[in-house]
């Protein structure tokens, strides 16, 4: 087995392995600990709604006047809830 010294192996060689694994195994668990719940439409656009080189920042209200008032199956009460959602959609070239 041939050994290369790190000046061979390119321009990944000032990151550290030991480091990379355990950063990326507790993002992970924590991912996986995490807990989400969102009863809220979340708007997809089916055509071009941006001109080229432009940014389009818009804001998507929600509010549920009259929602449920007790958690049901792990999905907490939605009575009174306010949701935002912030939606940045920019446009860097001409689509072909």
Same mark, same amino acid.
């Given at each position: 087995?041939?050994?290369?010294?790190? +000046?061979? =192996?390119?321009?990944m &060689?000032?990151?550290? *392995? +030991?480091?990379?694994? *355990?950063?990326?195994?507790?993002?992970?668990?924590? !991912? %996986?600990? !995490?807990? %989400?719940?969102? &009863?809220?439409?979340? $708007?997809?656009?089916? %055509?071009? @709604?941006? +001109?080229?080189?432009? @940014?389009?920042?818009?804001?998507? +209200? &929600?509010?549920? %006047?009259? /929602?449920s008032?007790? !958690?049901?199956n /792990?999905?907490?009460?939605? &009575? #009174? !809830?306010?949701?935002? @959602? *912030?939606?940045? $959609? *920019?446009?860097? #070239? $001409? =689509?072909?």
């Amino acid at each position: 087995m041939k050994i290369l010294p790190l +000046s061979v =192996l390119g321009p990944m &060689n000032h990151r550290r *392995p +030991s480091i990379c694994v *355990p950063t990326v195994l507790v993002v992970m668990l924590l !991912a %996986a600990l !995490a807990r %989400a719940q969102d &009863n809220y439409e979340i $708007q997809v656009y089916g %055509a071009d @709604t941006v +001109s080229p080189r432009r @940014t389009m920042v818009e804001l998507h +209200s &929600n509010f549920t %006047a009259d /929602g449920s008032k007790i !958690a049901e199956n /792990g999905v907490l009460p939605s &009575n #009174h !809830a306010q949701h935002e @959602t *912030p939606g940045i $959609q *920019p446009r860097f #070239h $001409q =689509l072909v």
